[in-house]
């Protein structure tokens, strides 16, 4: 006889045991024990944060002060030199064309007054001076202030013009702006030139080419013309001295205009080696610009970097150096 015995079935979970599975990620293994003896953990030291200066350093100022040195001297050599043999070589073609009009039309200015009655502003072309022998040939402008000088030769406005009864003083620079004076001491006694103005062609004769402790000329006679170019003599662009070449006239004798300017009254400005005082105000001005200038080149200097800022820096020094030299060659002597 067979005797079963039933194998107890273990009952699932029933709906009230029942747990829905967890979404949570697992929990991040516990860190190691660390033992108490051991030494905390060092951490690397933080990196510091980069902050951009805002102002320049010693080298940014000394480079700006040098850039500022250096604007004004390049401003004033190109001033005097190249740029200015250029600007006299443009005011001397724009000079001939107001010239050969006036001559034209009659209106050429042949006294300190036009046809109206009114004083000949400084500046405007009188007369064109043509010396042969040296391959000079110049427009001469009224008054003699070195910023006359610095488009060609000028006619010293209180002296009679060329041609006229009486002596007529003309000057020119000796080496700046083109230096158009600067080989007038070449001239011998004998040699002749001729003087263009409202009045006629007027031809002169070398009587002397003199220097300070030379003897003078003889006196000019009653009703005679006379001519004498003036500029500097000594070294070029620091003359100590004066070169006169006297020349008498040659040709007929022209009627003298009414001439209410003395050489008494006749600003410091316009007398041999005069210096243009009105020049300091817009030189302090130019000067400025000139000082904000460099000191924007230390700032982008600072921001942008070395070769950047010389880049923009540098032409705009340039311009501002070259005005800034302008007004400084105004108050240097104007013969020179």
């Known amino acids: 006889m067979t005797v079963t015995v039933p194998v107890p079935i273990k009952a699932g979970p029933g709906p009230r045991d029942w747990t829905p599975p967890s979404t949570e990620p697992p929990a991040a293994p516990a860190p190691p024990s660390v033992p108490p003896s051991a ?13 951009r200066r805002l102002t320049p350093d010693g080298p940014q100022l000394i480079g700006a002060a040098l850039a500022i040195v250096a604007g004004l001297m390049l401003g004033l050599l190109l001033d005097l030199g190249p740029l200015g043999g250029l600007r006299h070589l443009r005011d001397h073609e724009t000079g001939m064309a107001e010239l050969r009009l006036s001559l034209a039309q009659g209106t050429a200015p042949v006294g300190q007054l036009d ?19 040296l391959g000079l040939r110049e427009v001469v402008r009224e008054g003699t202030t070195g910023e006359v000088l610095s488009s060609g030769p000028g006619h010293r406005r209180d002296t009679a013009m060329p041609g006229q009864a009486g002596t007529s003083v003309l000057f020119g620079r000796q080496a700046g702006f083109g230096g158009p004076f600067g080989a007038i001491g070449q001239l011998r006694q004998g040699e002749t030139f001729t003087v263009t103005t409202g009045q006629g062609s007027h031809t002169f004769r070398v009587v002397t080419v003199r220097r300070a402790g030379d003897p003078m000329p003889p006196a000019l006679k009653t009703g005679a013309g006379r001519v004498v170019l003036v500029t500097g003599d000594g070294p070029l662009y620091a003359p100590d001295d004066l070169l006169y070449v006297d020349a008498d006239l040659e040709s007929e004798v022209q009627p003298n205009n009414a001439r209410p300017l003395t050489f008494a009254a006749l600003p410091a400005a316009e007398k041999a080696m005069g210096t243009e005082e009105g ?17 924007a080149l230390a700032l982008a200097w600072t921001r942008w970097g070395r070769w950047q800022a010389w880049t923009v820096g540098v032409p705009v020094l340039s311009a501002l150096g070259l005005a800034v030299a302008d007004q400084v060659a105004r108050l240097l002597p104007n013969l020179i």
């Not at 030494?39 to 902050?51: C, E």
């Not at 046809?115 to 022998?133: M, N, Q, R, S, Y």
């Not at 020049?279 to 000191?295: D, K, N």
Request: glycine letters at 6%; charged letters at 15%.
């Open 279 to 295: 020049a300091w105000v817009p030189l302090v001005l130019w000067g400025e610009a000139l000082l904000l200038a460099a000191v």
């Open 39 to 51: 030494p905390p953990p060092v951490r690397p030291p933080a990196r510091p944060s980069v902050v």
């Open 115 to 133: 046809k109206d009655g009114k004083p000949v502003l400084p500046g405007t072309p009188v007369a064109l001076l043509e010396i042969k022998h």
